[in-house]
């Protein structure tokens, strides 16, 4: 069964679809922002490879709950935006940012993007 083609990872928007392209490849376009996906010599692996490339990160009013690197902003403050960084401890998530480090839960107030993935080699 062919895999559910994701949102545009340009625009977001769910006007996408897989086409047949020169050279007897396919792709993953969108409707909306004209991105192509990568070309395959099929409509599944065309699907696959869209579906694979990295989306846009949403903020979001939620703090996190796992461990990882975030972009954090102070609620409604688009210009506060920074990093930060949320480990696991033995008390539960504790978030480090610029020169504050405490528990997660005293960061009230504030806006979080991710986890940011990290690279692969
Ligand atoms: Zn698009």
């Known amino acids: 069964m062919p895999e559910v083609i ?17 050279d007897e490849m396919y792709s993953v376009d969108c409707v ?9 010599r099929n409509p599944d692996s065309a699907i696959s490879a869209w579906n694979t490339l990295p989306r846009a990160l949403r903020w979001t009013h939620e703090p996190p709950n796992v461990a990882g690197w975030y972009f954090q902003r ?8 920074r990093i930060a960084f949320v480990s696991a401890t033995l008390s539960g998530l504790h978030c480090k940012c610029g020169c504050s480090s405490r528990p997660l839960a005293h960061w009230v107030e504030f806006e979080w993007a991710g986890p940011i ?4 080699d």
């Open 74 to 81: 102070a609620m409604g403050k688009e210009k506060t935006q």
């Open 32 to 40: 909306d922002c004209s991105m192509r996906g990568p070309a395959e």
């Open 6 to 22: 994701l949102p545009c990872p340009a625009c977001g928007s769910i006007d996408c679809e897989c086409l047949f392209a020169e």
């Open 117 to 120: 993935p990290a690279p692969i």
